[in-house]
């Protein structure tokens, strides 16, 4: 009987061919002929071996230091933190896709509004206002944001304006600067079992 052709290949084609996987393991399987039809062509293992690829994969991205840019807020509605979660990949029964939520810094409450359009998002915050003043008693002295594009529309900005309302905006793709929206959206994106109205929210 004829034996089977082996191919012959080099460390860094093997490495590529299964995945990516570690040197060391690719060696040892050749080795032990859990591999076969494979040659594997001499590499002293003292050489140093380098996969482009697998440096970018393994990159990671400077943490955001953790600076404190003022104390907590001291009154009710001294800062709100608000973040626009969406498109959620499961349309609710009430066709809503989108999660828009406001947490008041000082007592941490959180009002919930579900929205069929991010276009939605002033009435949503409008109404929100609307509960913070006849309920709380409380004016908004600043909003807390990233810089997404609901939050920077000019009409959106220009309310804020003649309601006295500064905003406080993130650095552009920097969302752990945003970390008390992003921290509640990641526990309510999943905990939410009903969905209301722009006009309703839940605290």
């Given at each position: 009987?004829?034996?089977?052709?082996e191919?012959?290949?080099?460390?860094?084609q093997?490495?590529?061919?299964m995945?990516?996987?570690?040197?060391?393991?690719?060696?040892?399987?050749?080795?032990?002929?859990?591999?076969?039809?494979?040659?594997?062509?001499?590499?002293?293992?003292?050489?140093?071996?380098?996969?482009?690829?697998?440096?970018?994969?393994?990159?990671?991205?400077?943490?955001?230091?953790?600076?404190?840019?003022?104390?907590?807020?001291?009154?009710?509605?001294?800062?709100?933190?608000?973040?626009?979660?969406?498109?959620?990949?499961?349309?609710?029964?009430?066709?809503?896709?989108?999660?828009?939520?406001?947490?008041?810094?000082?007592?941490?409450?959180?009002?919930?509004?579900?929205?069929?359009?991010?276009?939605?998002?002033?009435?949503?915050?409008?109404?929100?206002?609307?509960?913070?003043?006849?309920?709380?008693?409380?004016?908004?002295?600043?909003?807390?944001?990233?810089?997404?594009?609901?939050?920077?529309?000019?009409?959106?900005?220009?309310?804020?304006?003649?309601?006295?309302?500064?905003?406080?905006?993130?650095?552009?793709?920097?969302?752990?600067?945003?970390?008390?929206?992003?921290?509640?959206?990641?526990?309510?994106?999943?905990?939410?079992?009903?969905?209301?109205?722009?006009?309703?929210?839940?605290?």
């Open positions: 009987m004829a034996n089977a052709a191919e012959t290949l080099t460390l860094d093997l490495h590529r061919r995945g990516h996987a570690p040197t060391q393991v690719i060696r040892d399987l050749v080795s032990q002929g859990m591999v076969t039809g494979i040659r594997l062509e001499y590499t002293p293992s003292k050489v140093p071996f380098f996969c482009e690829s697998c440096i970018y994969g393994k990159a990671t991205r400077k943490s955001v230091p953790k600076l404190c840019e003022g104390e907590r807020a001291t009154v009710f509605g001294g800062e709100v933190h608000s973040d626009l979660w969406g498109k959620s990949p499961v349309e609710s029964k009430g066709g809503k896709n989108y999660m828009d939520t406001y947490i008041d810094d000082k007592t941490r409450l959180t009002h919930v509004y579900f929205l069929r359009t991010k276009d939605e998002q002033p009435i949503a915050y409008k109404g929100y206002e609307a509960s913070v003043e006849n309920h709380m008693g409380a004016r908004i002295k600043i909003l807390n944001s990233d810089r997404g594009g609901e939050y920077l529309g000019g009409d959106f900005v220009a309310y804020l304006k003649s309601r006295g309302t500064l905003q406080k905006l993130s650095v552009h793709d920097t969302h752990p600067e945003s970390g008390v929206a992003e921290r509640r959206n990641r526990t309510s994106a999943y905990t939410a079992t009903c969905i209301r109205s722009p006009k309703e929210s839940v605290g």
